[in-house]
């Protein structure tokens, strides 16, 4: 089960219609790297070890070509019942996964291989106990929710019984989506958001794809212009 429905009306909604979109053209280049996710995932459940992953960018877009970095946010329980924020300079498990990943790319792709961007971690530790405490303002619990609304997540399995977690709290999940919606509006009037989409629309009209009058109209209504 993944998290309650949004309201109808919701900004995030119409970016997932667009986002479907997008994927139905998805390139070779984006299903060779959720592959490469795939194996990854694997040959940390052999280590005895768990991680999952939800991917940003182009590449939650299927839009990603052999020079898009990739932007992802790593999830995984700190060691030994670590609480609190795991990130590449404080914690010792994401420059390793980092470190593995990026061989594992090498290994594949030999000169191929591409940029892996860690844009933010979730340690699973903390986010568990900031469900339990129904924490609404925690920082880490929006922002677990927010890229499970918006993005492409690998080995979902792991996090849901997160999103169980908090489905079965319907008032903290409102509180929740009010900052969810709040962070998405912020996100719409980054200038960087709007130049993603035109740069996707560009790049299927390179490929003879045409963007349908309908959906070029949400992606107008969408970005308020
Ligand atoms: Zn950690």
Same mark, same amino acid.
């Given at each position: ?17 667009? /986002? ?37 960018? $182009? ?78 303002? $925690? ?80 992606? /107008? ?5």
């Amino acid at each position: 089960m993944t998290l309650p429905k949004l309201s109808s009306n919701s900004n995030i909604i119409k970016f997932l219609g667009l /986002k479907k979109f997008f994927r139905s053209h998805e390139t070779g280049v984006s299903r060779e790297r959720i592959e490469d996710f795939k194996k990854f995932n694997k040959l940390i459940n052999y280590g005895g070890d768990e991680v999952a992953f939800d991917i940003l960018g $182009s590449l939650n877009f299927g839009q990603a070509t052999t020079d898009s970095d990739t932007d992802i946010v790593m999830y995984t329980r700190c060691e030994e019942g670590r609480m609190g924020e795991c990130g590449l300079e404080n914690c010792y498990k994401i420059a390793l996964f980092k470190h593995m990943f990026l061989n594992l790319v090498t290994f594949e792709h030999n000169s191929q291989a591409y940029k892996l961007e860690i844009v933010d971690c979730i340690n699973l530790n903390q986010l568990e106990k900031d469900i339990k405490d129904k924490n609404a303002d $925690s920082a880490l619990l929006i922002r677990f929710c927010f890229y499970r609304s918006i993005c492409r997540g690998v080995n979902r399995r792991l996090l849901h019984k997160y999103e169980n977690m908090i489905s079965e709290n319907l008032p903290l999940w409102e509180k929740i989506s009010e900052s969810l919606e709040e962070c998405f509006e912020g996100i719409i009037k980054s200038s960087q958001h709007t130049y993603s989409f035109h740069k996707y629309a560009g790049r299927l009209a390179d490929k003879g794809i045409k963007l349908p009058g309908s959906m070029a109209e949400k992606i /107008k209504d969408y970005l308020k212009q």
